[in-house]
């Protein structure tokens, strides 16, 4: 008996089911070539449906969208990754808003500390001062003035105390939910600000600042010269490109709060140029 029991073990164990091994995970360059594949096709990815879909950690979904962010295969935003358009693409502003959402906290956390009560200060479009507009809200300062053409900014500080609010009118840009034009810069033209607050699409030190949209950018190097002091607000993405319109030269702003990833001599260039850099 104990032969033949000994036999039966041996023979179920080589015809067992194939089906019932557990299935490899697939290796990491595999499984980022087909999550690439993915936002391909659906436009976006989120860490919660890479977790579900391949069996892996967030943590482990989350290295392979920044892998996946730095060849260039995705843009990584706040929980996942979307599609990459094109170079500097002008994406609506509900995208805008997802992307580099940590640096773009620090940053305006950062901006924040330099807007005193009794000042007049200017809020520009972007995701940016969407952002410095929320930090403004939760922690106003007593009895600031804020100068906006941006939608997004003017509702979230709308009713707080405090704060008077100057919107600027024109014509509507609805990617930015923003209003420029000439009827915008003919209203800026009476107004002064203590300071004024510049997100931009890019920054390359032997160009200037730069955007994507030929209105706004006239419409920013008015607020420049309507500002007696410019911080320009700007992910470490932003640096190294040139976008569709020239705003204004370095020589134009006092300083650059950007995250601590900006390029090393960027960032010695703009310092030994007497432009304060913080880091962040």
Same mark, same amino acid.
């Given at each position: 008996?104990?032969?033949?029991?000994?036999?039966?073990?041996?023979?179920?164990?080589?015809?067992?089911?194939?089906?019932?091994?557990?299935?490899?995970?697939?290796?990491? #360059?595999?499984? /980022?070539?087909?999550? *690439?594949? $993915?936002?391909?096709? !659906?436009?976006?990815? @989120? =860490?919660?449906?890479?977790?579900?879909?391949?069996?892996?950690?967030?943590?482990?979904?989350?290295?392979?969208?920044?892998?996946?962010?730095?060849?260039?295969?995705?843009?990584?935003?706040?929980?996942?990754?979307?599609?990459?358009?094109?170079?500097?693409?002008?994406?609506?502003?509900?995208?805008?808003?997802?992307?580099?959402?940590? #640096?773009?906290? /620090?940053?305006?956390? *950062?901006? $924040?500390?330099?807007? !005193?009560?009794?000042? @007049? =200060?200017?809020?520009?479009?972007?995701?940016?001062?969407?952002?410095?507009?929320?930090?403004?809200?939760?922690?106003?300062?007593?009895?600031?003035?804020?100068?906006?053409?941006?939608?997004?900014?003017?509702?979230?500080?709308?009713?707080?105390?405090?704060?008077?609010?100057?919107?600027?009118?024109?014509?509507?840009?609805?990617?930015?939910?923003?209003?420029?034009?000439?009827? *915008?810069?003919?209203?800026?033209?009476?107004?002064?600000?203590?300071?004024?607050?510049?997100?931009?699409?890019?920054?390359?030190?032997?160009?200037?600042?730069?955007?994507?949209?030929?209105?706004?950018?006239?419409?920013?190097?008015?607020?420049?010269?309507?500002?007696?002091?410019?911080?320009?607000?700007?992910?470490?993405?932003?640096?190294?490109?040139?976008?569709?319109?020239?705003?204004?030269?370095?020589?134009?702003?006092?300083?650059?709060?950007?995250?601590?990833?900006?390029?090393?001599?960027?960032?010695?260039?703009?310092?030994?140029?007497?432009?304060?850099?913080?880091?962040?």
């Amino acid at each position: 008996m104990p032969h033949i029991q000994a036999g039966t073990r041996q023979h179920t164990r080589t015809m067992a089911s194939p089906s019932n091994k557990p299935v490899p995970r697939l290796l990491s #360059e595999e499984r /980022r070539r087909e999550i *690439a594949g $993915l936002v391909d096709r !659906q436009g976006r990815i @989120t =860490v919660d449906e890479i977790r579900q879909r391949f069996g892996v950690s967030a943590v482990t979904a989350r290295s392979d969208l920044d892998t996946l962010s730095e060849n260039g295969s995705l843009v990584r935003s706040h929980g996942g990754g979307i599609r990459p358009l094109a170079k500097n693409p002008d994406y609506p502003l509900k995208i805008r808003e997802t992307m580099h959402h940590e #640096e773009k906290v /620090r940053i305006a956390r *950062a901006a $924040l500390n330099y807007i !005193q009560p009794f000042q @007049t =200060v200017i809020l520009c479009s972007g995701s940016t001062s969407a952002e410095l507009a929320s930090q403004l809200r939760l922690y106003p300062r007593e009895h600031t003035t804020v100068i906006t053409y941006a939608l997004n900014v003017a509702l979230a500080l709308a009713e707080v105390q405090g704060i008077s609010l100057i919107m600027i009118g024109g014509i509507l840009r609805q990617v930015s939910n923003a209003f420029v034009g000439p009827h *915008a810069e003919e209203m800026l033209a009476s107004l002064h600000a203590d300071h004024l607050f510049l997100p931009i699409v890019g920054i390359d030190v032997s160009f200037g600042l730069t955007t994507l949209d030929i209105l706004e950018a006239q419409l920013n190097s008015k607020m420049i010269r309507a500002a007696r002091e410019v911080t320009v607000l700007a992910d470490s993405t932003k640096f190294g490109h040139r976008s569709l319109a020239l705003i204004a030269g370095l020589r134009t702003i006092h300083r650059v709060i950007t995250d601590s990833d900006a390029p090393r001599e960027a960032v010695d260039k703009m310092r030994t140029e007497g432009i304060d850099v913080v880091l962040v």
